[in-house]
């Protein structure tokens, strides 16, 4: 697996575009970029002429969720909500990216890494 940097010099460890009927036809982007003990963020690309760029820091995410219609599951995609403490979106839907639940199971995975790096504690009042 060749290793990906951008310009920050931070390490590529997932990247899909949103997918019509499988296929990768699409501009928009979905990435998760890892800057050794300093930060791991999502970023979320779209537009082709007007091109906006979200990112969201993986220690924020509070919850993932993933939905698969029937046609989805025909064509192997799936959308991933990730609800977040983010001041700019509550919500992040990652629409229509191959192997949903291996995704989400790599976030839930950085997620808690990145915390325990962190030392940040989720706790849940009731």
Same mark, same amino acid.
């Given at each position: ?18 997918? +019509? ?8 982007? +979905?990435g998760v970029y890892d800057k050794p003990d300093n930060w791991t963020k999502l970023f979320v690309q779209t537009g082709l002429l007007h091109t906006k760029v979200e990112?969201?820091?993986? +220690? ?67």
């Amino acid at each position: 697996m060749k290793i990906e940097k951008n310009e920050n010099g931070a390490n590529l460890i997932w990247k899909d575009r949103k997918r +019509y009927f499988g296929l990768p036809i699409s501009f928009t982007i +979905y990435g998760v970029y890892d800057k050794p003990d300093n930060w791991t963020k999502l970023f979320v690309q779209t537009g082709l002429l007007h091109t906006k760029v979200e990112e969201l820091h993986i +220690y924020r995410i509070d919850d993932i969720s993933v939905n698969q219609t029937l046609w989805d599951k025909i064509f192997g995609v799936g959308s991933i909500k990730v609800y977040c403490q983010d001041a700019s979106a509550n919500e992040v839907t990652i629409k229509c990216v191959k192997n949903p639940y291996k995704v989400r199971s790599m976030l839930n995975d950085l997620v808690e890494a990145s915390r325990t790096n962190k030392r940040i504690v989720f706790g849940e009042l009731q």
